[in-house]
Structures are given as structure tokens and as C-alpha cells.
């Protein structure tokens, strides 16, 4: 079964900030409810971010949510993975590999793309791999309290 992305809208909002992720996670993503206040209200950090969040479903049935967003005029990323999680009952079964899988084909169809910025706990070794296996690379700086990865493109 494979993982479809889907716009968050007002149909969907309610179930997708009912996800949760482990309790040993919490501290490594904002929840899914802040994420889609973020999306709404923007993000202005380096710039003006245009914030987009999806829902990750499998037989429309949520599991997952992500959010990435552009900047054109970042001078080092123009598109950022803002968010990241699959919910705690279905970890473990690859849906996070497939959602960055689909978010990264969307980032990289985009030409004006040359590098994808991402951020993550410290802590946060199933992270730091998942996003190493697709060729992002710490340039050893951090974000906040997060380690940056960097994902060239072109």
C-alpha cells in the first residue's frame, strides 16, 4: 500500500492533528496542529516562507503529515522541510521514508530549487539517517536547537 499526500483543507484538519507521535518523541516535532496554524498564518524566519502542509493517508486513512515550504530568495535554500511525522501506531513501517520520498520529487520538479534545507533534534538519530539515506548533509551549523541538513540539487 502506498502513501498519498493530501492537501490539508477543512475536511481533513481534524483528523490530521489527532496523530501523534511517540511520547518519547514529543520533543522532536512541533505538533500537527501548530504546523497547520504556521501554514496558515506564515513563517518569517530568513524571509517569507509559503508554507505548505499534507496529510500522508493510505486508503484515506491518515497516518502522517508534512509540511515543506519555498523562499526564492533564501540565499542557500529555497525550499525547506519544515515538518516530518508519522503517527505512533503505523512507525516503523517505512511511511516516513515514502512521504520524504514524495516531498523531495515535488521539491526537486521545481528548477528554481537549488538546495532543500532541513532540521531536526540533536537527539534525533532516526531523523539524522532517514534524511542522510536521501543525501542531505550537515554542514555543521545549527538551526535554533536543531542541526541543519542540506540537500543540493544543482
Do not use: C
Request: glycine share 8%.
Amino acid at each position: 500500500m502506498s502513501v498519498t499526500l493530501k492537501p490539508v483543507t477543512a475536511e481533513n484538519w481534524r483528523a490530521l492533528i489527532k496523530l501523534k507521535v511517540r511520547e518519547d518523541q514529543n520533543g522532536f516535532v512541533a505538533s500537527n496542529l501548530y504546523s497547520i496554524a504556521e501554514a496558515q498564518f506564515g513563517f518569517e524566519e530568513e524571509g517569507h516562507w509559503d508554507l505548505y502542509p499534507f496529510g500522508a493517508y493510505v486508503n484515506d486513512e491518515p497516518l502522517g503529515f508534512a509540511m515543506y515550504g519555498f523562499n526564492f530568495k533564501h540565499p542557500r535554500f529555497q525550499a525547506f522541510v519544515f515538518r516530518l511525522m508519522v503517527d505512533e501506531k503505523v512507525q516503523g513501517k517505512g511511511h516516513g521514508r515514502e512521504i520524504m520520498q514524495q516531498v523531495l520529487e515535488v521539491l526537486h520538479a521545481d528548477a528554481r530549487v537549488k538546495s532543500i534545507g532541513i532540521s531536526y533534534e540533536p537527539e534525533n538519530e532516526v531523523a539524522r539517517k532517514l534524511y542522510a539515506s536521501f543525501g542531505f548533509i550537515e554542514p555543521g551549523e545549527m538551526i535554533g536547537y536543531e542541526v541543519l541538513a542540506v540537500l543540493n540539487l544543482r
